[in-house]
């Protein structure tokens, strides 16, 4: 069983801001795998989180509009928009939508196994990008493969 603190992953998705500096090529195609991967399994956890019937209407409102800026801008950069921005508006949104789920009691454990995924892959994004990541608070608690795999996990639901 996992135990997550969702307000720990919030500022640990925080501290992966992207005040980066230029380090490499941008790998737009794979930024673009990973933005999709992201939205897809955030889908699903937020599915998981609706299921559960801890969750307000309120903050299933709230957590579907962070969930739906996800999307869009994933669907923005797969089809060639400014990249970066976009980034930017997707770690901004996954830690709203951490944050908001914080605030539910007792939610199952695998919806906090999908949350730490997508802040796992955040660095990744920057690195996409060609840029440095931030230096992270604390080392993240699973790789970048595990995180894609267990998003790949949420989206099936």
Same mark, same amino acid.
């Given at each position: 069983?996992?135990?997550?603190?969702?307000?720990?992953?919030?500022?640990?998705?925080?501290? @992966?801001?992207?005040?980066?500096?230029?380090?490499?090529?941008? &790998?737009?195609?794979?930024?673009? /795998? %990973?933005?999709?991967?992201?939205?897809?399994?955030?889908?699903? *956890? /937020?599915?998981?989180?609706?299921?559960?019937?801890?969750?307000?209407?309120?903050?299933?409102?709230?957590?579907?509009?962070?969930?739906?800026?996800?999307?869009?801008?994933?669907?923005?950069?797969?089809?060639?928009?400014?990249? $970066?921005?976009?980034?930017?508006?997707? /770690? *901004?949104? *996954? &830690? %709203?939508?951490?944050?908001?789920?914080?605030? *539910?009691? %007792?939610?199952?454990?695998?919806?906090?196994?999908?949350?730490?995924?997508? &802040?796992?892959?955040?660095?990744?994004?920057?690195? %996409?990008?060609?840029?440095?990541?931030?230096?992270?608070?604390?080392?993240?608690?699973?790789?970048?493969?595990?995180? $894609?795999?267990?998003?790949? @996990?949420?989206?099936?639901?």
């Amino acid at each position: 069983m996992h135990s997550v603190s969702f307000a720990a992953l919030a500022a640990i998705g925080t501290a @992966f801001g992207l005040a980066a500096c230029q380090t490499g090529q941008p &790998n737009l195609s794979q930024l673009a /795998v %990973d933005t999709q991967a992201l939205a897809n399994g955030l889908s699903g *956890v /937020v599915s998981e989180i609706e299921k559960s019937g801890k969750i307000s209407q309120t903050e299933a409102k709230q957590i579907e509009t962070y969930l739906a800026e996800v999307e869009q801008a994933a669907a923005a950069i797969k089809s060639g928009g400014q990249s $970066r921005p976009l980034v930017q508006q997707i /770690v *901004v949104a *996954v &830690n %709203d939508l951490a944050a908001t789920a914080a605030t *539910v009691p %007792d939610l199952p454990p695998d919806v906090a196994l999908g949350l730490q995924a997508a &802040n796992t892959l955040l660095p990744v994004l920057e690195a %996409d990008l060609g840029l440095s990541a931030a230096k992270a608070v604390e080392k993240p608690a699973m790789s970048p493969a595990m995180a $894609r795999t267990i998003l790949a @996990f949420e989206s099936a639901r």
